[in-house]
């Protein structure tokens, strides 16, 4: 037998299943947030929490998780990072197993965002800040910042997606990747 072994045989596990559920779990908490929030209710607030704990659970394994799921794999330097940009205006930047750099800055954003989201409904709740417009103003608008940061990301998925022919989004839900070639980062 000849030509390239099956997929499934050669295919290096990247994302570990916390990762996986972790993100699919934290892409439907935010899609029912946004339906739970007009005519606010009981319900928004309880996914908002459980869309503060899969952040918090999340940030921990950025520590004490397997190697792709560690910040200090997938946080670059600001210098790298921009080289990275630089080289994908000219569509030649490298293939990475792990998130790439500007992917890599965008989930610490996403989960920041997220998380100051959650807080800033929380504090809407409290008795001090319950009614307070600018609370509630604030709410909104890191929501609809979250919105724009979401958008970028799926876009920036397609694009890696195009640009190394790989299905992305079957990886994060299979957690598996083909292997780096050598001409790959
Ligand atoms: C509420 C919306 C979303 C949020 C908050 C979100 C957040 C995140 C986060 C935090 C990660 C990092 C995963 C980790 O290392 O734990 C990630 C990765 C990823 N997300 Fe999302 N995501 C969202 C929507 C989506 C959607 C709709 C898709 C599919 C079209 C998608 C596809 C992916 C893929 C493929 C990766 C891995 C990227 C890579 O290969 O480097 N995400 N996302
Ligand atoms: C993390 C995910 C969350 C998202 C995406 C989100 C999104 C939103 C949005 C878009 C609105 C505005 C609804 C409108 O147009 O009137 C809203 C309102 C509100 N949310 Fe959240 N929210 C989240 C979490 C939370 C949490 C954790 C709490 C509190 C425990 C909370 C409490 C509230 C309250 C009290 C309002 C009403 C604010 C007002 O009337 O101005 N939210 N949320």
Known sequence: MNGAPPVERTAVRV???LVRIGHW???ACIAAAWFTSEGYGVWHDRI???ALAIVCLRVVWGFAGPHYARFKEFVRSPAATLDYARRMATASEPRHLGHNPLGGWMIVLLLVVIALVGLSGW???????WGVEWVGELHEALADALLVLIALHVGGVALA???HRENLVAAMLHGRKRPQGADEG
């Open 48 to 50: 908002g929490y459980a």
């Open 123 to 129: 504090l809407y709740t409290t008795d001090r800040y």
């Open 25 to 27: 779990s934290l892409v």
């Open 161 to 163: 997606s195009y640009r």
């Open 15 to 17: 994302w570990d299943p």
